[in-house]
């Protein structure tokens, strides 16, 4: 028996977004970030122009540690930053809670978006009926085929997308959701369990993941694999911490 797959959206109708500066969304992006300033600093740049394509942005920058160099790049790019000394989950889950948009983005400060990614997104929030879904980014690991071939694979049959990936979610249906959990570890797996296959649009614009930046090499790909195995089988993710991403 085969699973269901992800639906996937083309961005080819521009149609639906309408001609610059005559059609506009709010969108809150939260990032989590993880103490490396200038990983951050390249993940706002990824972010630009979205004001000039019919978005008003709202950043908040979720960090750990208070870093001062991490608070500066983040000001300087006009992004609020929150500090909070709890897990990946906890962090996103401020964030989002300090948001004032109707759609959220959830990003990862080592996650770079490609150009298009806004218009992406607009075309996505448009339609009625993903008021009730979740879109994420198709992921590419820059120097590493493998670990690309084997997201695809995750994403395409067990619907299982990485954080790393982004997540394009209307507010009020993340609260439906539970919101984000309260883990280091594990919250893009619950969070995908909580939406299911019927409920998640893969979009055609990718995410982009530094190899330097996701666990390579056999172990991690083996660990990887059998943290999954196991969140399948029902293990709760809370329990597999030890596993990392």
Same mark, same amino acid.
Request: with cysteine; proline share 5%; glycine share 10%.
């Given at each position: 028996?085969?699973?269901?797959?992800?639906?996937? =959206?083309?961005?080819?109708?521009?149609?639906? #977004?309408?001609?610059?500066?005559?059609?506009?969304?709010?969108?809150?992006?939260?990032?989590?970030?993880?103490?490396? %300033?200038?990983?951050?600093?390249?993940?706002?740049?990824?972010?630009? !122009?979205?004001?000039?394509?019919?978005?008003?942005?709202?950043?908040? $920058? +979720? *960090?750990? *540690?208070?870093?001062?160099?991490?608070?500066?790049?983040?000001? %300087?790019?006009?992004?609020?930053?929150? $500090?909070?000394?709890?897990?990946?989950?906890?962090?996103?889950?401020?964030?989002?809670?300090?948001?004032?948009?109707?759609?959220?983005?959830?990003?990862?400060?080592?996650?770079?978006?490609?150009? !298009?990614?806004?218009?992406?997104?607009? $075309?996505?929030?448009?339609?009625?009926?993903?008021?009730?879904?979740?879109?994420?980014?198709?992921?590419?690991?820059?120097?590493?085929?493998?670990?690309?071939?084997?997201?695809?694979?995750?994403?395409?049959?067990?619907?299982?997308?990485? !954080?790393?990936?982004?997540?394009?979610?209307?507010?009020?249906?993340?609260?439906?959701?539970?919101? $984000?959990?309260?883990?280091?570890?594990?919250?893009?797996?619950?969070?995908?369990?909580?939406?299911?296959?019927?409920? =998640?649009? +893969?979009?055609?614009?990718?995410?982009? #993941?530094?190899? !330097?930046?996701?666990?390579?090499?056999?172990?991690?790909?083996?660990?990887?694999?059998?943290?999954?195995?196991?969140?399948?089988?029902?293990?709760?993710?809370?329990?597999?911490?030890?596993?990392?991403?």
């Amino acid at each position: 028996m085969h699973l269901p797959r992800p639906r996937a =959206m083309r961005t080819d109708a521009a149609a639906q #977004v309408g001609p610059p500066g005559t059609r506009r969304m709010a969108l809150s992006v939260v990032i989590a970030a993880n103490g490396d %300033a200038d990983q951050l600093a390249r993940c706002l740049a990824a972010l630009r !122009g979205s004001d000039r394509r019919g978005l008003d942005l709202e950043t908040i $920058v +979720v *960090d750990r *540690d208070g870093d001062p160099a991490l608070a500066a790049i983040a000001e %300087a790019e006009g992004a609020a930053v929150i $500090v909070l000394p709890g897990s990946r989950g906890a962090r996103l889950a401020a964030g989002a809670k300090a948001a004032t948009a109707e759609w959220l983005l959830l990003l990862r400060a080592e996650t770079l978006l490609e150009r !298009g990614w806004d218009a992406t997104v607009m $075309v996505f929030a448009a339609e009625e009926r993903n008021r009730e879904r979740g879109g994420f980014f198709p992921l590419e690991v820059v120097g590493d085929d493998l670990a690309t071939r084997l997201m695809r694979f995750r994403n395409r049959w067990m619907g299982l997308p990485s !954080g790393a990936q982004g997540l394009v979610i209307r507010r009020r249906f993340l609260v439906h959701l539970d919101g $984000v959990p309260d883990l280091e570890h594990g919250e893009d797996l619950v969070l995908a369990r909580g939406l299911g296959l019927a409920r =998640m649009v +893969v979009f055609d614009v990718a995410a982009k #993941v530094a190899a !330097g930046d996701w666990p390579t090499g056999p172990g991690a790909v083996l660990l990887g694999a059998l943290r999954i195995f196991l969140f399948r089988l029902h293990i709760p993710a809370r329990w597999l911490q030890r596993l990392g991403d």
